[in-house]
């Protein structure tokens, strides 16, 4: 039977309505579902970088909820270091602060792309049971090759020795710069040195294979075949434990800690 053109124009049409109309509902009804676990997914990366959860370790989302409540969530003023009592670290969002220029500035033109900083930034610390920093875990986010990686670093009591590191959202090449997602390379930051005598980061991704972390504290493994997403890691480390990102909270809390220990 043959069908007038405005008749297929019209079918056409009403497909395409009943379409969207579907996959919007499915993405609006769906939205809260991916916030949760968009910040479950956070969460475990956060226990993952502080050894605090195994890479491979299958638990369930109330197990990860009971391992986060034993880490303390804190708003930090970047620029002085303080905390900022007054956000909720529950509700605070870092990526729309980094994006409104009302809450943040622009950072000096940097290896890894970091256009932006925001005015305050969440962190996490690991606290003993008089209060003393065991560990702190800092976001840290920068240009690989294809993409920007998101992911945490978590220091030691010292605030120089690497505990751990972990990325949570990148879109590196699986096999190449997604390696850094390989637990194996991972467990190769574990005890190496972020900070040089002259204080800033020396830490560096190499081309090669880096000594044990006693003898060779500065140099971590390289990627095969991932050298541009290895040097990404390097730059984004460099920038966010450096002068521009989270450098005033550790030198303030270097400081309380040496006054602690008086
Ligand atoms: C399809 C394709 C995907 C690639 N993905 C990555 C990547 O994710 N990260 C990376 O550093 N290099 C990637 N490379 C390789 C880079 O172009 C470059 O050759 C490499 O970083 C150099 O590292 P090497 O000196 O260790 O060989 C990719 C290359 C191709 C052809």
């Known amino acids: ?26 993405a609006v009804s769906l939205k809260e579902r991916q916030d949760i676990n968009s ?4 969460q475990r990366n956060v226990l993952i970088a502080a050894g605090l959860l195994g890479d491979e370790e ?8 009971n391992r986060f409540a034993t880490i303390r969530s804190v708003v930090v003023d970047l620029e002085t270091g303080e905390e900022a009592p007054d956000i909720d670290p529950r509700t605070f969002d870092q990526k729309k602060e980094s994006t409104d220029p009302a809450t943040s500035r622009v950072a ?32 840290v986010e920068g240009y ?21 590191i972990t990325f949570y959202d990148h879109k590196e090449t699986p096999g190449l710069g997604g390696e ?6 991972k467990a190769k930051w574990d005890g190496r040195k972020v900070f040089g005598e002259d204080g800033s980061p020396e830490i560096e991704v190499i081309k090669g294979i880096a000594g044990p972390p006693a003898e060779d504290p500065y140099r971590v493994d390289g990627l095969s075949g991932a050298t541009l997403t290895a040097r990404g890691v390097t730059n984004l480390v460099h920038f966010w434990l450096g002068e521009n990102g ?3 909270l550790l030198e303030k809390l270097q400081s309380r800690e040496e006054r602690r220990a008086a």
């Open 1 to 26: 039977m043959q069908r007038s053109p405005l008749y297929t124009i019209l079918f056409a049409t009403a497909v395409c309505v009943v379409c969207a109309v579907v996959v919007s509902s499915a």
């Open 144 to 164: 690989g090759l294809w993409s920007t990686l998101y992911g945490f670093i978590a220091l030691d009591a010292d605030l120089d020795t690497v505990r751990g």
């Open 180 to 185: 850094v997602d390989n637990p194996g390379w």
């Open 246 to 248: 989270f450098g005033p």
């Open 58 to 65: 299958k638990v369930s989302p109330e197990e990860i909820e």
């Open 39 to 42: 910040a479950l997914e956070k």
């Open 108 to 139: 000096p033109t940097n290896p890894a792309l970091v256009k932006r900083v925001p005015n305050h930034a969440l962190v996490y610390l690991v606290q003993g049971e008089g209060g003393d920093i065991d560990m702190i875990i800092l976001p």
